[in-house]
């Protein structure tokens, strides 16, 4: 059974910083790219980071790079997501994302910025 779970969210305060984790199994997490989306009630989802197989060339969306740093480790199966800097606008349902020939996703974690 595949299995992606997202952990970590949760309330911050603008500025503040959040670790998100995702734990995977029922495949071999080695040779999967992994993502992370998030999204918004009434919003499409939108993509975030992403880091390739080996994790050696990292992609981030406009809107969060300089503040969020995607990683994994193997071993552990897992992804990470260090958000630094939080914002308002990163307030969303964050999710994990696996792919190789298929597509794999988490159940989400939800992120709240807010005063």
């Known amino acids: 059974q595949v299995q992606l779970v997202e952990s970590g969210g949760g309330l911050v305060q603008p500025g503040g910083s959040l670790r998100l984790s995702c734990a995977a199994s029922?495949?071999?997490?080695?040779?999967?790219?992994m993502y992370w989306f998030r999204q918004t009630p009434g919003k499409e989802r939108e993509f975030v980071a992403l880091i390739p197989t080996d994790g050696g060339i990292t992609n981030y969306a406009d809107s969060v790079k300089g503040r969020f740093t995607i990683s994994r480790d193997d071993v552990k199966a897992t992804v990470y997501l260090q958000m630094n800097s939080l914002k308002p606008e990163d307030t969303a349902v964050y999710y994990c994302r696996a792919t190789r020939l298929w597509t794999y996703w988490g159940q989400g974690t939800q992120v709240t910025v807010s005063s």
């Open positions: 029922g495949f071999t997490f080695s040779t999967y790219s």
